[in-house]
């Protein structure tokens, strides 16, 4: 199999990396600055086993690479609002022997939230939901680090509507082989529903910064609070924090330090854009639909949308600031459901 990694950032280039270092035949998928970098210099990967520079194949779109092969694995590695634009691109592919990478190749959701899989679902007919745990860090062009250990992440894998299949289980087979943990689970998106649930803080750091405090704990706490209360109302099922907490268990152990998350990133590398919509605002979609307030995530979504539209530095609110827009903000659904 073929590797073709759209979207390699530091969740992409990090699995892309990995399988190369193990023998994979792997393609890179990357635009402007980073695409250059990578080509001029390779992808400088540094995990828990130091740095090595891999020298993968770069391509900005399909129509670098020609007609795709039968046994192409797409991994969409990019943030869930660029993910139309990269499905249909790709999805349009033509594959040697007759038909559309939508028709033939499955595709692989590697992203925070639970959208992606919708989105592919529209379009292909074979998709995979990964629920990603990998801590990774790139603000660089062509230089991405991923510093847990003993084993880099663990990827939950299976089928986006259920189910697994033997073609899972030759992906996770050479995932396993590259350093990562890959359960193929029958119920991948019960897993990435509790994910969403963690990733709800992200506009928090994103927006007041990485470093701990008590203030931004109880913000989360808020924000989960009503994202469980959601999903209760809409009947689906998410795995539980002893569970991920047990699949984790010293297996991906991170270095001592402050790191921001993707978000974090995101403000950092000056995008313009952030998955917040995805996060807590699938939160706040589905409060709307089965009649749930969620004020606190609407705030967080709100403000983090606020700072990547405006190019502000991430961490340039102070917490107390964003606690207290979510305060007013739930003291008005308090006043509206009287």
Known sequence: MRYIIIGAGAIGATIGGRLAEAGAEVVLVARGAHARALKADGLRLTTAHGTRVHRIPVAEGPAELGELRPDDVLLLTVKTQDAIAALDAWGDAEVAGGGTAAQRLPVLCAQNGVESERLALRRFARVYGVCVWLPATFLEPGVVSALCAPLTGILHLGLAAGGADAKAGRIAA???????????????????????????????????????????????????????????????????????????????????????GSSWQSLRRGTGSIEADYLNGEISLLGRLHGVPTPVNDTLRHAANIFAREGLPPGAMAVEELTALADEAEARAGAAGR
């Open 174 to 260: 050479d995932l396993e082989k590259s350093g990562f943990e890959a359960p193929v689970v029958e119920d991948v998106m019960r897993w990435k529903y509790a994910k969403l649930l963690g990733n709800l803080g992200n506009a928090v750091q994103a927006t007041t910064g990485p470093e701990p405090h008590p203030a931004k704990a109880a913000l989360l706490l808020r924000a989960r609070r009503e994202g469980r209360a959601v999903l209760g109302a809409a009947g689906i099922a998410h795995a539980s924090d002893e569970e991920q907490a047990a699949a984790r268990d010293g297996k991906v152990e991170q270095p001592p330090g402050v790191r921001g």
